[in-house]
C-alpha cells in the first residue's frame, strides 16, 4: 500500500505514477472526491484509472471533516496535535473503523493505493489510514 497526494500532479502524472507503482487499487479519502484540477474529480479521475485496469473507490468514510483539515500544516502544533487525535478517534470507531478494517483486507488481497491532495503526507489525513491498516496487521509500504 503507499499514500499518494495529486497535489502538484496533472491526472495523467498520476495515473504514471500508479502504474508505476503496480497499484491495482486506487482508495479516494476524500471527504468530497471534486478538484479544480482537471481529471481529478470523482468521475474523471475514475474513468482514467478505469482506462488503465485501475480500480478507483471513494471511501467517505474515510474522509476527513472540512473543520478539521487546516490544523494539519503544523503536526506539532497544540491544534494539528488535536486534529489528529480526532480524526484517529473517528477511523477507530464505527463507520470509519469498519472502513479501516475493509481497507486493511482489501490491502491483503491487491496493491492499493491511498489517495488524497496534500503532496506531503505529514500534512495529510492519508499518513493516519495507513497507520491504521498497519495497526490492523497488513503490510503497507509508504
Known amino acids: 500500500m503507499i499514500g499518494v ?3 502538484g500532479l ?3 502524472q498520476l ?3 500508479l502504474k508505476a507503482e503496480g497499484v491495482e487499487v486506487l482508495v479516494d479519502v476524500r471527504l468530497t472526491p471534486l478538484s479544480r484540477k482537471p ?4 468521475r474523471a479521475l475514475s ?3 478505469a482506462a488503465e ?4 473507490i471513494h471511501d467517505r468514510r474515510l474522509g476527513n471533516p472540512k473543520e478539521n483539515r487546516s ?5 506539532e502544533s497544540d491544534a494539528g496535535i488535536a486534529a489528529r487525535a480526532r480524526y484517529r478517534a473517528q477511523i477507530n470507531s464505527g463507520d470509519g473503523a469498519d472502513a479501516v478494517r475493509d481497507l486493511a483486507t ?3 488481497e491487491k496493491v492499493v493505493a491511498v489517495l488524497c491532495f496534500e503532496a506531503d503526507q505529514a500534512h495529510c489525513h492519508r499518513e493516519q489510514v495507513i497507520a491504521a491498516v498497519r495497526d490492523a496487521d497488513v503490510s503497507v509500504l509508504v
Open 5 to 7: 497526494g495529486y497535489e
Open 10 to 12: 496533472t491526472v495523467d
Open 15 to 17: 495515473v504514471a505514477r
Open 39 to 42: 481529471g481529478l474529480s470523482k
Open 47 to 49: 474513468a482514467a484509472l
Open 53 to 56: 485496469d485501475i480500480r478507483y
Open 71 to 75: 490544523a494539519y500544516a503544523d503536526a
Open 106 to 108: 482489501l490491502a491483503k
